[in-house]
């Protein structure tokens, strides 16, 4: 099958962040039926690693890239690729952080780590699942990263891999509204990302999407072991648009706040 790249994704990212595994199983144990509307991945504009770079093996599986975004505050450009042929084969969004807009120690401790392994590790073809590739993080660097830039801080940890995985609700029966998802999601104890309001875009926009905060999870730093956010689960309605269709692309303004859901916390 040509889009068991979704499942090793799936299954990496279910490993390190078991919740998403427990958020799917409870809607299917409702009867409910999982599709994944979209997974998105985060990079750096290096040309050895940017958004070109991530795409390629998805454009290799027939993807096609579909629309560009620009985040201003968050310094970052990003596409998103549709499958044409493929009936529910998932969006695939990948954005990447565009150094040169940022301070030039930022710069500096990006490179550092960037520079720390050979380019043979950024032509991996598999690489979209590698995740970190450059060994153990500076707990220092992460922290001063995210001064600038949390996503930056994120990505200098975690490296390539699904940032999150989305339950469609277009495909779901009893949960068939996002206020009914939420109310699910929270009477089962887990944290919605509240930035901006639960709830991110309007119908009128075509497109409402909300999140779970990133599961904490422990990591080895060369300073010792902190708790840091990973990966979230995000849930997606799209409404039809002016043609009738249902909508298929992303709204910059939800993406930007749908961001803040793997911002540092203390829990």
């Not at 560009?68 to 690729?81: G, P, R, T």
């Amino acid at each position: 099958m040509q889009l068991d790249v979704f499942n090793t994704l799936w299954k990496n990212y279910t490993l390190q962040n078991p919740s998403a595994q427990a958020v799917h199983d409870l809607f299917t144990q409702e009867g409910e039926q999982v599709i994944n509307d979209h997974i998105a991945f985060r990079t750096f504009d290096d040309p050895r690693m940017n958004i070109a770079v991530l795409s390629k093996k998805f454009i290799k599986l027939g993807y096609v890239p579909k629309g560009e975004y620009k985040f201003e505050d968050k310094h970052l450009n990003a596409i998103h690729l549709e499958h044409p042929t493929i009936e529910n084969a998932p969006r695939v969004f990948i954005s990447e952080l565009i150094l040169s807009e940022f301070s030039e120690e930022f710069q500096k401790t990006v490179k550092r780590r960037l520079n720390s392994v050979g380019n043979a590790y950024y032509a991996d073809p598999d690489l979209i699942y590698k995740g970190s590739v450059w060994g153990k993080p500076s707990y220092a660097d992460y922290q001063f990263l995210r001064k600038e830039s949390e996503y930056a801080a994120w990505l200098y940890i975690h490296g390539f891999r699904a940032n999150h995985f989305t339950v469609s609700i277009n495909a779901l029966k009893r949960y068939n509204t996002i206020e009914k998802v939420n109310q699910f999601i929270k009477d089962k104890g887990y944290e919605m990302n509240t930035t901006g309001g639960e709830i991110k875009g309007t119908p009128e926009k075509f497109l409402q999407q909300s999140s779970t905060l990133a599961e904490m999870i422990e990591m080895e730093f060369e300073e010792g072991i902190y708790e840091v956010p990973a990966c979230f689960y995000e849930f997606a309605i799209r409404y039809p648009d002016e043609s009738g269709q249902l909508f298929s692309g992303f709204i910059a303004a939800n993406a930007n706040k749908i961001f803040d859901s793997t911002n540092f916390r203390t829990v």
